[in-house]
Antibody
Framework: QVQLQQSGQGLVQPSQTLSLTCAISGDSVSSDLTAWSWIRQSPSRGLEWLARTYYRSQWYYDYAISVKSRIIITADISKNQVSLQLSSVTPDDTAVYYC??????????WGQGTLVIVSS | DIVMTQSPDSLAVSLGERATINCKSSQSIFHSSKNKNYLVWYQQKPGQPPKVLIYWSSTRESGVPDRFSGSGSGTDFTLTISSLQAEDVAVYYCQQYYDVPLTFGGGTKVEIK
């Protein structure tokens, strides 16, 4: 059974960098059948996909245009985890952030979510 | 981007009655070579992450009651709850995974009448 355990800051100051990590159990971050995304949810934006990474003989990365200049998604094979960094945050980045496994070939699994508040 | 439009925004249904939620994509999300529609339906309750109910538009996730069913193809999809139970009060979302950016419907809030 795949489980995703999220960790990271719950409070970030404006202009700083938000960092979240998703530890994966029951699957491999380098599986060639799936992909790993970060998705956030807020009352103003609803559910918003931010970024994705997957391995198909090499690593691939996709980013939402709205955050592309500020976001990095990385995968760590040795720790079997995926991470998110979002820089230059503003109060508009306040949301619940989810780590999500899913692709056209695999079942969708969501982490428990991390509430991130951007405030001084 | 593929825009997902859900309707209605909310609905109130009597216990034991049928609830129907619609989801329309701005372009086809049917992959002809795979013969699959890349659509997933979620149920979300307050304080919880979305829970997968249906994927590939009509395949029920393991453990999901059979009163939940998904149908449709191409651009028009439906989630049906055949006999609403009290525990089904939640917000329901559709999401396409045909292409990035992955996109979601705005949600449908289901309540008891």
């Amino acid at each position: 059974q795949v489980q995703l355990q999220q960790s990271g800051q719950g409070l970030v100051q404006p202009s700083q960098t938000l960092s979240l990590t998703c530890a994966i159990s029951g699957d491999s971050v380098s599986s060639d059948l799936t992909a790993w995304s970060w998705i956030r949810q807020s009352p103003s934006r609803g559910l918003e996909w931010l970024a994705r990474t997957y391995y198909r003989s090499q690593w691939y990365y996709d980013y939402a245009i709205s955050v592309k200049s500020r976001i990095i998604i990385t995968a760590d094979i040795s720790k079997n985890q995926v991470s998110l960094q979002l820089s230059s945050v503003t109060p508009d980045d306040t949301a619940v952030y989810y780590c999500v496994r899913g692709s056209q070939a695999s079942v969708w699994v969501w982490g428990q979510g991390t509430l991130v508040i951007v405030s001084s | 981007d593929i825009v997902m439009t859900q309707s209605p925004d909310s609905l109130a249904v009597s216990l034991g009655e049928r609830a129907t939620i619609n989801c329309k994509s701005s372009q086809s999300i049917f992959h002809s070579s795979k013969n699959k529609n890349y659509l997933v339906w979620y149920q979300q309750k307050p304080g919880q992450p979305p829970k997968v109910l249906i994927y590939w538009s009509s395949t029920r996730e393991s453990g999901v009651p059979d009163r939940f069913s998904g149908s449709g193809s191409g651009t028009d999809f439906t989630l049906t709850i055949s006999s609403l139970q009290a525990e089904d009060v939640a917000v329901y979302y559709c999401q396409q995974y045909y292409d990035v950016p992955l996109t979601f419907g705005g949600g449908t809030k289901v309540e008891i009448k």
